[in-house]
């Protein structure tokens, strides 16, 4: 009887030992996916923290010369700053410590502050790139002047203004008020968002009310039958097409038969609606599935049309529902970037759009653009936008769950 029941229980024992297996597969698994996910989230925090804060030099210019530009200006406040600066060569390597826009910064502050005119003061300048990143410890300094893009002078003029308290760190505003700049220390990212901004607004108002319209005709009005059968099969076939084919399809029609401005967000809206559409529709139908039958049932017993008990009653159930598959579709299109390469949206885009038909980028194109450029400084900038474009991607899925929540009605 003892060794019967022995051998029925071996079966058992390895189907116990299977299903632990099984068990901790999954849990690898998710550790693992896990793990990446860490390292790939501070790999970007690493690299992009530093972005979020600039380099300021402080300068004494004397404004009391009139007829002198802001350029001028600028340039003799360096020269004052170290006198023993004599040679042409060297000059030109103690102009290159402030950025590039040292003179569009000292019209600004003067714009902001006219009482400063005729006097001599001192104001804070944003460094160059290169000082900026060797502030920040990006720089070996023990590496041979030849094999680092700071030179031996610059460090002894840098080390010269930090004994001052001519040099400071702050944080970099400009990185969210600018547009692109060919400098790294300029460049900012409110070009790109407004791009984005725009180009989502254009996709939600239009493929949100046809995505729902389409979606309840579908599943509450349309005759089950091989057509509708056919339109189902097509539209979960276009939500796994790939992205890039909507783009192809934009160049053509849009901007090749409609003559659409190139570069638009009016263009980058409609291909990124197109693209949504049919996520919209089918998270549209599953909300609409879900929604018991003995709703409709109850209002059309009550004598209501079938329109009144769609409007009325199925859809305000399943709304929330639809409305979380737009903010998915939404966030799914903040991020993509093959569609609006092929419009046209890589363009270098410095001014601030302000219309859906004006010359726009989007937030991810911008972080395309950063990435292929081989300033030290503008891997960091790439770091930092990919830091926000996660950011409005998370709170973009927290707001479809905290909705689905709040709205959500259990049966």
Known sequence: ??????????????????????????????????????????????????????TEIALAVDLGDGDASSKKIVRNALFTSFPEVTSRAERRQLLRLPSADASRELDRQLAENPDLAGQVATLWFTASDDIDQLIKGAIDTDKPQDQRRISDQELAWVTQLQDLGQIRKVFNTGFFTSGDSREPELAGILSALMGSILSLTVCFVL??????????????????????????????????????????????????????????????????????????IIAGRSALRGVPPSIREAALGMGATQVQTTLHHVLPLALPGMLTGAIVGMARALGETAPLLMIGMVAFIVDIPTKITDAATSLPVQIFLWADSPERAFLEKTSAAIIVLITLLVAMNLVAIILRKKFERRF
């Open 207 to 280: 493929s949100f009310p046809l995505g729902i319209m389409a979606a309840i005709y579908l599943e509450e009005f349309a005759k089950k039958g091989r057509w509708s059968d056919f339109i189902e099969v097509n539209i979960n076939n276009l939500a796994a097409v790939p992205s890039i084919v909507f783009g192809l399809l934009g160049l053509s029609i849009f901007l090749g038969y409609f003559g659409m401005p190139r570069s638009s967000p009016l263009v980058g809206g409609l291909v990124l609606a197109l693209m949504t559409l049919p996520t919209i």
């Open 1 to 54: 009887m003892t060794e019967f029941l022995i051998s029925a229980n071996k079966p058992l024992r390895r189907r116990h030992a299977s299903e632990t297996r099984f068990k901790w597969m999954g849990r690898i698994a998710i550790a693992a996916s896990l793990g990446f996910l860490v390292v790939m989230l501070v790999s970007i925090l690493t690299l992009g923290i530093g972005a979020f804060s600039r």
